[in-house]
Antibody
Framework: EVRLVESGGGLVQPGGSLRLSCVASGYTFSSHWMYWVRQAPGRGLVWVSRISTDVTKTNYADSVNGRFTISRDNAKSTLYLQMNNLRVDDTAVYYC???????????WGQGTTVTVSS | QSALTQPASVSGSPGQSISISCTGTSSDVGGYDHVSWYQQHPGKAPQLLIYEVFNRFSGVPDRFSGSKSGNTASLTISGLQAEDEAHYYCNSYSRSTPVVFGGGTKVTVL
């Protein structure tokens, strides 16, 4: 069974940091581009970041550029999102997703909740 | 990075057909055949329904179909069922960012 399992969410104060992880299983992790997508409470889906299969290409939404860093370890089948200088409006459920083709996301994790509050 | 435009809500009775629109620009929806649709039930992760405008993902019932005309893509649900009540999101490959999502549409089965 193809699965993505996120972890690392929690409560953090504004200006703090968190590192999210996403462990993949059931498929060849290194063969697929990967995304982070977030959903604020009661709101829609928003793309956050993307990384290529060989780690050479990364992209970020304007709202997180310069604060978040996406990475992956293909040997460990794990995707990461380092989040620094967190803001209240970063509060959301963060999903790890697999790219099927050109932005179509065919596998989603269960999500991990990040709450930024003082 | 403006979101694609979707109606906030659409409703229909069981057995009816409904359509959800997803409007973008020539830099995203209109410029590429890389539009996808997702279904999200409350408290659950989204699930892929349609990719590349009209391709149904594995296991998706054939009452779900996708199309595109110009800068607007559409998801049609034929023979609406109670379990179709959910939020629906479109996304598209975009020239300026890799992906852009729509704001989401709440489908209510009357």
């Amino acid at each position: 069974e193809v699965r993505l399992v996120e972890s690392g969410g929690g409560l953090v104060q504004p200006g703090g940091s968190l590192r999210l992880s996403c462990v993949a299983s059931g498929y060849t992790f290194s063969s697929h581009w990967m995304y982070w997508v977030r959903q604020a409470p009661g709101r829609g889906l928003v793309w956050v970041s993307r990384i290529s299969t060989d780690v050479t290409k990364t992209n970020y939404a304007d709202s997180v550029n310069g604060r978040f860093t996406i990475s992956r370890d293909n040997a460990k089948s794990t995707l990461y999102l380092q989040m620094n200088n967190l803001r209240v409006d970063d509060t959301a459920v963060y999903y790890c997703t697999r790219d099927l083709t050109w932005g179509a996301m065919d596998v989603w994790g269960q999500g991990t909740t990040v709450t930024v509050s003082s | 990075q403006s979101a694609l435009t979707q109606p906030a809500s659409v409703s229909g009775s069981p057995g009816q057909s409904i359509s959800i629109s997803c409007t973008g620009t020539s830099s995203d929806v209109g410029g590429y055949d890389h539009v996808s649709w997702y279904q999200q039930h409350p408290g659950k992760a989204p699930q892929l329904l349609i990719y590349e405008v009209f391709n149904r993902f594995s296991g998706v019932p054939d009452r779900f179909s996708g199309s595109k005309s110009g800068n607007t893509a559409s998801l049609t649900i034929s023979g609406l069922q109670a379990e179709d009540e959910a939020h629906y999101y479109c996304n598209s490959y975009s020239r300026s960012t890799p992906v852009v999502f729509g704001g989401g549409t709440k489908v209510t089965v009357l």
